[in-house]
């Protein structure tokens, strides 16, 4: 709530999204535009047909809303606020290994904290050295992967020549600087340089969209996170990573999301951190569910089991990776871990542009068919998770060639 803002106006809003209905005539628009608690247009949307975003002249509840001007108007499909949420973003450091590196510029050592990668290969690590013995990872068709949050070091070692159409949803810019080290670090693990230094990403041959639309200290939006959807698809993303959720979003969002899947852009989201069944405390956008999009469990180190903070639910969480004091880069040439489902999802990420560059032809719904029947079963698991299990990245490869 804003300073000195008065108690009944809470969860107020003066931004709205309405979607028009095909048979909406100028009429049924021009009724709206001429009411007199309508301000203007602020945003038509290029993916989801007949969406928009409206401003008002004062905050009203939704409630009122609906029942003072938009039950008025014929063939509107629906309306709904510009949900936003005031958010701090905190990622948890690891538990047991927390520690900053400097770059190493050793070229005789490659990857030289590669070793300290426990999610790609420890016993419940994801088997990444064997699965990528297996392809010739120099002939993989380059991949896009967007990802939305805190924004990106454009200048660290391990990413700088991996960037490509940087936006900011907040100002329409390409400012994406990371202030705060999220985006970075869950960038790290998608795409970090196979190179003489720091880490290595899961795919050798990716090119990062950073899209900065998760804010550390201040309202994370519906519409930021739409136009990051849409920035993302207008420029070639394959997959989408979303380390970030809110306790509420609108049809909107879950629009969007069906327009990206029509597209077969698959988006790859973190269950969140809470220790809860999701069912029971949705998160959003995870919370909106389809044949094709991912949620991500995390595990630890230990047993493979569930980490303490993950979120869970045997149905509507699909798969579980490492997620547990992961190591990856930060800004200003640095490198720590962090721990949370934000670290789980990038590493799912990464694995799923793994089998779009290797079978370009394949679906979502056949990626993630496939997946979710390669992971090696773990007890701890068991109705945690659709899986039943951690990811390997040998088995999933196997089954892709079958």
């Given at each position: 709530m ?23 005539t ?6 709206l ?17 007949n ?11 939704d409630s ?31 538990f ?8 190493y510029?050793?070229?005789?050592i ?28 120099q ?9 939305i949050d ?24 390409t ?26 990403g899961l795919?050798?041959k ?7 639309a ?10 930021n ?25 609108g ?28 069912a ?17 469990a995390?595990?630890?180190?230990v ?46 990420s ?26 090696l ?15 390997d990245?040998n ?8």
């Amino acid at each position: 709530m804003a300073p000195h803002e008065p108690q009944e106006l809470k969860n107020a809003h003066n931004q709205y999204f309405i979607r028009w209905s095909p048979q909406a005539t100028q009429a049924d628009k021009d009724k709206l535009s001429k009411n007199q608690i309508f301000k203007s247009t602020l945003w038509t949307s290029e993916l989801i047909p007949n969406l928009e975003l409206i401003e008002l002249n004062q905050k009203i509840h939704d409630s009122e809303f609906q029942q003072s001007t938009i039950s008025q108007i014929s063939n509107v499909e629906y309306s709904h606020p510009n949900y936003h949420q005031k958010r701090t973003l905190i990622p948890l450091k690891g538990f047991s290994d927390s520690y900053y590196f400097n770059i190493y510029n050793n070229d005789d050592i490659k990857d030289r904290l590669y070793e300290r990668q426990w999610a790609l290969n420890s016993k419940w690590g994801i088997q990444a050295d064997q699965a990528w013995s297996t392809i010739n990872t120099q002939q993989l068709r380059e991949i896009k992967i967007a990802v939305i949050d805190t924004g990106i070091d454009t200048e660290h070692e391990d990413l700088k020549d991996l960037i490509i159409a940087p936006y900011n949803a907040f100002d329409d810019s390409t400012d994406v600087k990371d202030t705060m080290g999220h985006g970075t670090h869950v960038s790290g693990l998608i795409a970090a340089n196979w190179n003489s230094t720091g880490i290595r990403g899961l795919h050798p041959k990716v090119k990062i969209i950073p899209i900065k639309a998760i804010p550390n200290n201040s309202d994370e939006s519906d519409f930021n996170v739409i136009k990051a959807f849409e920035h993302a698809a207008k420029h070639g993303a394959e997959v989408i990573n979303c380390s970030f959720g809110k306790k509420i979003s609108g049809q909107a969002v879950s629009d969007i999301m069906s327009e990206l899947d029509k597209k077969n852009i698959m988006v790859v989201m973190a269950a969140g951190n809470d220790s809860i069944d999701v069912a029971l405390y949705p998160k959003f956008p995870s919370a909106f569910q389809n044949n094709s999009h991912l949620v991500v469990a995390a595990t630890s180190s230990v047993s493979g089991a569930l980490a303490n903070f993950s979120n869970f639910n045997k149905t509507l969480v699909h798969i579980a990776t490492p997620g547990k004091s992961i190591l990856s880069t930060v800004p200003g040439n640095k490198y720590t871990s962090y721990s949370g489902t934000s670290m789980a999802a990038p590493i799912a990420s990464g694995i799923i542009g793994l089998a779009k560059s290797l079978y370009p032809d394949l679906t979502n719904q056949e990626l993630k068919k496939i997946i979710l029947a390669s992971t090696l079963e773990n007890k701890t698991l068991t109705n945690q998770v659709l899986s039943n299990g951690i990811v390997d990245l040998n088995i999933f490869l196997k089954n892709l060639s079958n």
